[in-house]
């Protein structure tokens, strides 16, 4: 069974989509309507940007939407799958890809929810940190005892968790984590607290964006980052997307069930390999590989 599977924000680079524009009259008919809705030329930024550019969260989430649902558009009639997912962000691509979510409205939304994150940042000084080399519990424990707001948010492969919360809790959650035997604790260049508590401002903005888009049946389950289980139910991928910007992403539960629910080739679609990197590290052996145009 063949599992399609989007990336999130970090993934984005210069010159990104550049080729699809080029090379496509789907892509360029897409690029051109998302300049549209969006009300400024992301494609100049996407092709031309600096990395700074890039990296502003009201281009940077559009950027990264764009370039994995025009590249599955661009996959034509092989684009077949059983099942999809996608890491945070990555999800709305997802959605678009399994027909969930018409192109327009995703971009809408994913607009929507790059500007609610962008503000609730700005509403109190947070950050995140990725935690390498100790078990999921053992984080979870540790966050669980600080005073102030940390949580477990991204569960990325086993033996790497990335925490999430007020910036005094993550600095001192990663000072006990170093002394629990963690090979890393790092602080990552991110504008705040992303899947945290912190994220309730954003998310109440990006829930009532949510209830009034329209959802339609999927051609394939969604697993869905909330859950890690596959859903297709239209209601339910709605509540759990509503859920998903303070709630953590579950990608090694989700990755763990794929495999075990048939999922025995995985393709990333758009910028870069990262998650094709998370499955090598729950499997080895597991097939793993890039979507390119045909």
């Known amino acids: 069974m063949k599992a399609y599977v989007f990336p999130g924000q970090g993934a984005q680079f210069s010159g990104m989509g550049k080729d699809l524009y080029d090379n496509s009259s789907i892509a360029k008919e897409m690029f051109d309507k998302a300049n549209e809705i969006l009300g400024f030329d992301i494609t100049k930024i996407m092709f031309e940007g600096t990395a700074e550019e890039l990296k502003e969260t009201k281009v940077t989430q559009p950027a990264i939407f764009l370039h994995s649902t025009i590249l599955a558009a661009c996959i034509g009639d092989s684009f077949q799958p059983d099942m999809v997912a996608g890491h945070s962000l990555g999800e709305l691509s997802a959605l678009v890809a399994n027909k969930t979510l018409s192109f327009e409205d995703g971009l809408k939304l994913v607009s929507q ?23 999921d519990q053992v984080v979870e424990g540790v966050c669980d005892g600080v005073n102030g707001i940390v949580v477990a948010a991204n569960y ?68 869905q980052n909330v859950v890690a289980s596959a859903v297709s139910d239209p209601s339910e991928i709605k509540k759990n997307l509503m859920a998903q910007l303070t709630a953590p992403v579950r990608w090694t539960q989700t990755m763990q069930t794929m495999i075990a629910e048939g999922a025995t080739e995985v393709i990333e679609v758009g910028p870069g390999k990262v998650l094709q990197g998370l499955f090598k590290k729950v499997d080895r052996q597991f097939s793993c590989s890039s979507a390119g145009m045909e």
């Open 113 to 135: 929810r790059a500007l609610a994150m962008q503000d609730a940042c700005e509403n109190e000084p947070s950050t995140m940190a990725a935690i390498i080399g100790l078990e």
């Open 156 to 223: 990325n492969c086993p033996g790497q968790l990335v925490i999430s919360g007020a910036v005094s809790a993550v600095e001192e959650a990663c000072a006990k984590l170093t002394e629990a035997g963690a090979r890393r604790a790092l602080i990552l260049p991110v504008g705040g607290a992303f899947h945290s508590p912190l994220m309730e401002p954003a998310r109440e903005q990006l829930a009532a964006a949510i209830d009034g888009t329209e959802f339609n049946t999927p051609v394939c389950p969604v697993y």
